[in-house]
């Protein structure tokens, strides 16, 4: 939990592309680092496009929060294509803390996508992980960040 009892940040924006494009660029790992607004991450360990729940993908990162590099397992939760994509993160090797990533997309017509991105640690309960990283560790303008860097890579 943060400072102020809130356990979740939630941005959206209008981007100029339709929503097939928009799905394109974050189903594909490959993409990813492009898009982090927060600096995390450091490329794809492994990786394949996301399709289906259940599948796992890794990324390097770097962060002092985790005293420098380091791995993420990326465990995808919720997939609708074109409408959604989820995923909880965790140190690569251990099972997921409770945080987790959450795209939603609605095409506003044939080139446009109203992007909602949610970053979720309302389910995190480990007391000695939330005195560690101290939640929200990617901030709300980090996240439009990442909002309008998706929104250059999908009109590319």
Known sequence: MSDNGVTKVTVQRVIEAPVDAVFDVLSNPERHQAL?????IRGVDHADRIQNVGEVFTMNMEGDHMGGEYKTDNHVTGYA?????AWKTTPAGTEPPGWEWLWELESQ???ETLVRH???WSKVTDKKLLEKVKFPLVTESQLEDTLGRLAAEAAS
């Open 36 to 40: 982090d607004g927060s600096g995390f």
């Open 81 to 85: 294509k074109d409408k959604l994509l």
């Open 109 to 111: 017509g044939p080139g």
């Open 118 to 120: 949610t970053y979720d």
